[in-house]
Structures are given as C-alpha cells and as structure tokens.
C-alpha cells in the first residue's frame, strides 16, 4: 500500500478549493457538477495530482491511501440508519472532495440497479442486513470480490472516503501479485471456464427503484451467466476478476473447479486488513486488488462506520450504450 500524508500548506489548498465551489455544486450527482468538478480537480495541490496520476498508470501499489483530510463531525451529523436517507446529512464537502480526487483517476459512474442509482454510494450497516452478502452488512463476513465481478462494464477503481470508522471495522484486502500458482492451473484461470453471478445489491428487493425494467440486464445476466475469464491481460503480471461467493463452474468441470479453489485459497492466505480513520480516502485497483470486509457489531444509534463510495472508469464509452445519454453516468 502507498500512502500519502496531506500536509499542512496542502489541506489549506484543499479546504479553500472546497469553501469556494461547495455551495454552488447543489447537487453533486449531476453532469454539470461532475464537469465542473473534474476542472476544479486540476487546482488540488500538485503532489496528490501527480500521486494519482501515477497511480491510474499502475506506477505505484493497487492500494493507495491519502490520509489527514479533517471530517467536521457535528456538520456530517449522525450516521443515517439507511443510505434511502442520506439526504438528511450535510457530506457535500466530502462527496465534492472524493469526486474530486475520482476524476483525477478517471470517470465517476454508477449502476441504475445499485442504491436507487446513486452515483456516490453510501456503506453503513443497515438494521436487517447484518448477516446479508452486502455492504450493509455487519456481523458477518463480506467475503472478498472485485468490485460488480458479473459486469463486464465494472469499474477499473473505486475510491472510498471514510466519514467515521469508530470501532475500526477492517477493510481487507488482497493483491493479484501474491499469487503464486503453477502454469498450468494459471492457464486454467485465463479461460473462460467460469460464470459469476450479479450480487445482491443489484437485486430489484435491495432498491426502491420503481419498474422492473432498469434490472433486466440483471436479470438476464442472472439467468444465463457468461462464461468468464479468473486472469486476464498479460500473462506474467495478469489483472483479476472475481467473487467466489457468487461464482461457479460448468457440472463436470473439475479443472476448473480445481483451479478456482486453488486461486481462492491463495488469495485468502494473502489477504490483510486495512483500518479506515476519519478523513481517510482509498483508492482500490479494481484489476490487481480485491476487497471485502471483516465483521464487526453495529450500534444504530448515528455513531455507526461511515463511508462514501465512488465507481471509477477509465473510458466512459465503452458504456455509452448501456447508458441512455451522453450526460448520464448510470449503466443500466
Ligand atoms: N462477495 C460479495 N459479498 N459480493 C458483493 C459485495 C457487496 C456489494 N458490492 C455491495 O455494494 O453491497
Ligand atoms: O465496508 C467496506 O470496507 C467494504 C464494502 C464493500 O466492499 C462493498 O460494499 O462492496
Ligand atoms: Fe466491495
């Protein structure tokens, strides 16, 4: 993991930069918001330009971290009991700051099937979801993934800033390069030999979203999954893709079967844990990392852990059709 330490000079760069566009940028979510946001990144401070830069060119570790951005905690206020009220606390600053750093790594986009087609997505444990494969969960494991692994569209990054993480619920993580597997298994993994499922959250019953019609792509792809590559990309540093938890192979296919448990298994071995604080804002290499998170007891009572999500891409047009406009960020 890489981390880089906001200095003093630079968080007052930072904070002015926000004091002066934060109030005009009603709502973030919208397209000339992104715009505007995406030329005001060009003023943040020269070392987290060039930092990020670096880092959307693979030049430094799949994890990087930046660290010392102050999170006002009586004007975030309490912990919503459901990302359906976010809207009752006051996280523009942050959500402006997290597009900010996002579009300096590439394009901000969401999911019409995800969080009622949000574009910043809200992780806080949900009354009800404590033992649910979803981000609201709490006291179970989120088993490890790439982030949205069914979608060929899925994101290259994700940047998550972290509100408030009071119990210091661990995120974790493991990195393609940990891998050490035989050729021939390796080769089995670059096949596609593997289905996986869309994962809950992309489930009509998790949004309030209404008509049917937004998860028919979801649907389908629930109904018949490709068939998929694990590895892909060069053969000696490959890229990664998967979630085991919603993944399979065809009846029959013990090579398969075998290889995936053995690529699990070292990936579990490698796995480590990565404790958010106030303030901090990562960045997860979508390709060469994946994630997931450990459990930990909710409170419900507003103190609970807070953190704001970003889906990055590095090419915008490769879902233009799954998008109904230019101006719209939402893949459906
Ligand atoms: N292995 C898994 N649990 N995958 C699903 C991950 C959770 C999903 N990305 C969410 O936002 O809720
Ligand atoms: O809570 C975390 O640290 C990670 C959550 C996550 O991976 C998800 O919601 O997909
Ligand atoms: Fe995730």
């Known amino acids: 993991m890489d981390i880089l330490s906001i200095d003093a000079a630079e968080l007052r760069v930072i904070e002015k930069l926000l004091d002066e566009c934060v109030d005009e940028l009603e709502d973030v979510e919208s397209d000339s918001a992104l715009r505007r946001i995406t030329v005001l990144a060009h003023e943040l401070p020269t070392r987290i330009r060039a930092a990020l830069n670096d880092y959307r060119l693979e030049r430094t ?15 975030v206020g309490p912990t919503p009991k459901h990302w359906r009220h976010r809207a009752e606390a006051d996280t523009r600053r942050e959500e402006v700051l997290l597009a900010m750093v996002s579009s300096l790594v590439g394009d901000p986009f969401g999911w019409s099937t995800q969080q009622d087609g949000r574009l910043i997505h809200d992780v806080i444990p949900i009354q009800g979801h404590e033992h649910e494969q979803l981000g609201s969960s709490s006291e179970t494991l989120l088993t490890w993934h790439t982030e949205d692994a069914f979608h060929p569209l899925r994101g290259d990054f994700l940047s998550f800033l972290c509100l408030r993480n009071p119990y210091a ?9 940990a891998l050490r597997l035989p050729d021939a298994t390796r080769a089995v993994l670059f096949e596609d030999r593997f289905h996986i499922l869309p994962d809950n959250s992309h ?6 979203t209404d008509g049917a019609e937004v998860f028919s792509t979801v649907e389908e792809m629930h109904r018949s999954p490709d068939r998929v590559a694990v590895l892909f990309g060069d053969p000696d540093q490959p890229y990664m893709r998967a979630d085991p938890y919603f993944m399979s192979v065809d009846e029959g296919d013990a090579e398969a079967r075998d290889a995936l448990g053995e690529f699990t298994e ?11 604080a106030d303030g901090d804002i990562a960045f997860l290499d979508n390709f060469r990392l994946v994630h997931g998170r450990k459990p930990f007891q909710a409170r419900y009572d507003g103190t609970d852990r807070w953190i704001k999500r970003i889906n990055i891409t590095h090419d915008l ?16």
């Open 317 to 332: 047009r490769k879902s233009r059709a799954s998008r109904p406009g230019l101006a719209n960020r939402l893949i459906r």
């Open 266 to 276: 070292q990936i579990d071995k490698a796995m480590f844990d990565l404790c958010l």
């Open 203 to 208: 489930l009509p019953k998790h949004n309030s």
């Open 169 to 177: 619920a661990a995120t974790t993580i493991g990195y393609v390069d």
């Open 61 to 75: 570790a799949a994890l990087f971290v930046i660290s010392g951005y102050i999170v006002d905690q009586d004007r």
